[in-house]
C-alpha cells in the first residue's frame, strides 16, 4: 500500500512530471504512429478496388452495350405486325371490309389506306394482293364518274394508269373504287368486301 502511494507520489517531483510528460508523449506517438498505420492500411485497402474498379468499367460497358442492342431491337421502324418496305411501314389486313371500313380502319391506326407512289411499291403491293386476295387502295372516282383521286385529294396521274388490268377500269354497274386484283388494278363495287393495306411513314430508326 505504501509502496503503491509511493509509486503515485512519485510523479509529484520534477523527474517525475518530466517522465510522465515522456510517456504522454510516447503515448501521443504511438497513437500518431497508429493513425498512420491505419492510413496507410486504408489508403492500401481503398487502392485494392483499383481492379475491381475496372471490372466494373468493363461491366458498365458491357450493361452498356447490351442496353444499346435492346434499344436498336426496341427502335424498329414499324409497329411488329407491320412490313417496313422503302421507307413506310404496312399493315396488311386478316380480314376484309368494304371500301369505307378499310379507309376508317387504317385513320384508327394513324394511316392511309394505301397510296401508290413508285414502280417498285406497285410491285411490292401487288406481289402481296396476289397471294393474300384482292385488296383494296386508297384509290376511288366516287366524287366524280371517271376522274380517279386517292384518299389524300391527290389526282391519279396518268404514268400510274399503266397498272390498270386490261379494259380496267370499266365502272360496270357503278365501280368506283379500285383493288389490287391478280396482275394489276380493277375498279370495283365500294359495297364489296376486300382485304386492305394501311400506308404510313416509317420511324426515325433505320431498319436493322
Ligand atoms: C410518275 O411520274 C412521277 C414524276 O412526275 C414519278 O415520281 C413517279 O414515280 C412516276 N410513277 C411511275 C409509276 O412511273
Ligand atoms: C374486276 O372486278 C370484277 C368484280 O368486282 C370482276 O368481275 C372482274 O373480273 C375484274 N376484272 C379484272 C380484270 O380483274
Ligand atoms: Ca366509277
Ligand atoms: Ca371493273
Redesign the pocket.
Known sequence: MSDFMAMRQRPQGPLGHLRSHLSLVLQLLCVLLCAVLLVAILAQVSKVPSCPEQESKEELYQDLMQLKAGLANLCRPCPWDWTFFQGHCYFFSKSQRNWHDSVSACQDVGAQLVIVRSDEEQSFLQQTSKTVGHTWMGLS?LNK??VWHWVDGSPLELNFTKFWNRGE?N?IG???CAEFRGDGWN?SLCNGLRFWVCKRPAGSCTPQ
Open positions: 372516282d364518274e371517271g377500269p365502272d357503278g365501280e368506283d375498279d
